[in-house]
């Protein structure tokens, strides 16, 4: 560890403490195969005492394996430790942060921070405590040894992560920078390939289902809503005198509506499932009314299902591009009113779906032929 000064006025302190670590979280090595130590270079002010108190402190702690070199730096930036805990700058975003919509995508998505990061001064969180992070997300494991949590909901985790500190700074002044700046976060998903329910197996994967859940996936088939709207569909959303389904998007929070029209199926199911007295009851709920795990029971059942017809592990999501696709090539409706009954915006439904509209080549040729003969024998021109 040294210090010095390399112009008037101006002192460094420049020292080795922990190790480099890579995106696994394994210290790296060097061409001899030893690991990496980590440098750290701050300026420490004008003064040489000061500066000599500063070296005399860290090699305490460093003795006493109490060091932590992003403190160091938030304190030499007049960023003084609040005591707050991020678990409570936490729990003030999310009663105070405006959510996506209404949903509670903050408060789901946080649950892995808190239980790693809550009990830790946000000032004190650095990119070494990411990359551990990141690595014990990596290193969770189900039953037959597959990874429970894939890069992309770790990148949404630090997205999340960065909007706290951003909102923390802007909403209330708090002088924290922000770690994610600059460190590489797990990269982002290639473009995922839609795949569709084709319909000589449907019979068969719905029947396949328990009743309950056979009601929920052939509703997905036939109206397009996601699965957290299904789970949330109370039969107060469904207007009967208007033939409207009304629902909240579980992604956005908007509100759209269904034509309970669009397929007999929708009505017949409704038909199925027994009847609450009260309007906010759920229309797919378990046998004591209550509302349905779908990390439950629901999870098993669908894995078997697409395991045994070798479909997409997200049947629901399965479903709702199936209807999507069926939707537009109907081609009974704009692709304004499409896109809002998927609860999608025009662009991403032209994007996904475009390919689906009954625009062929042999139904384009010589479509405009016949107009324009009629148009030009109007003007006397043909």
């Not at 630090?158 to 923390?168: C, D, E, K, N, V």
């Not at 409207?244 to 029209?261: A, C, D, N, Y």
């Not at 999608?344 to 994007?351: G, M």
Request: charge should be positive; include cysteine.
């Amino acid at each position: 560890m040294r210090i010095y000064s390399p112009r008037k006025g101006e002192w460094w302190i420049d020292y080795f403490h922990g190790l480099e670590l890579d995106d696994q979280g394994k210290p790296k090595l060097g061409p001899t195969g030893k690991a990496i130590a980590k440098r750290h270079r701050f300026r420490s002010g004008s003064s040489e005492e000061a500066t000599k108190a500063l070296r005399l402190r860290i090699e305490n702690e460093i003795a006493a394996g109490t060091h932590n070199p992003v403190v160091i730096r938030q304190e030499l930036r007049g960023i003084r430790p609040t005591g707050a805990t991020f678990g409570s700058l936490l729990d003030d975003f999310l009663a105070n942060k405006a959510t996506r919509g209404g949903t509670a995508y903050y408060a789901d998505i946080s649950g892995p921070l808190r239980a790693f990061f809550g009990q830790m001064q946000p000032a004190a969180i650095g990119p070494e405590h990411l990359t551990a992070y990141v690595a014990q997300r990596r290193a969770r494991r189900d039953a037959e040894g597959e990874r429970k949590v894939r890069d992309n909901t770790i990148r949404k985790e630090l997205t999340a992560l960065s909007g706290i500190y951003l909102w923390a700074r802007g909403n209330r002044g708090l002088r924290l920078d922000n770690p994610l700046v600059g460190f590489k976060r797990p990269p982002k998903p290639g473009k995922r390939r839609i795949t569709l329910l084709p319909g000589e197996i449907e019979p068969a994967v719905l029947a396949a289902l328990p009743p309950l859940y056979k009601d929920m996936v052939e509703w997905a088939l036939y109206s397009g809503m996601r699965l957290n709207e299904i789970l949330a569909l109370r039969w107060q959303d469904i207007d009967r005198r208007t033939n409207q389904i009304h629902v909240l998007s579980g992604k956005t929070g908007g509100l759209r509506t269904i034509p309970l029209t669009l397929s007999v199926r929708l009505t017949q199911i409704l038909g199925r499932r027994p009847r609450a007295i009260k309007a906010d009851s759920l229309v797919f709920c378990g046998p004591d009314g209550k509302g349905i795990d779908p990390r439950d029971e629901l999870r098993r059942v669908r894995e078997a299902v697409t395991e045994k017809f070798e479909l997409d592990p997200d049947l629901f999501n399965t479903c709702r591009h199936t209807f999507s696709t069926r939707l537009a090539a109907s081609g009974r409706f704009t692709v304004a009113v499409m896109a809002q009954m998927t609860g999608n915006t025009v662009d991403v439904f032209e994007r996904h779906y475009l390919g689906a509209l009954p625009q062929t080549a042999e139904a384009a040729a010589g479509a405009l032929d016949s107009d324009w003969q009629l148009y030009g024998n109007a003007l006397g021109t043909v």
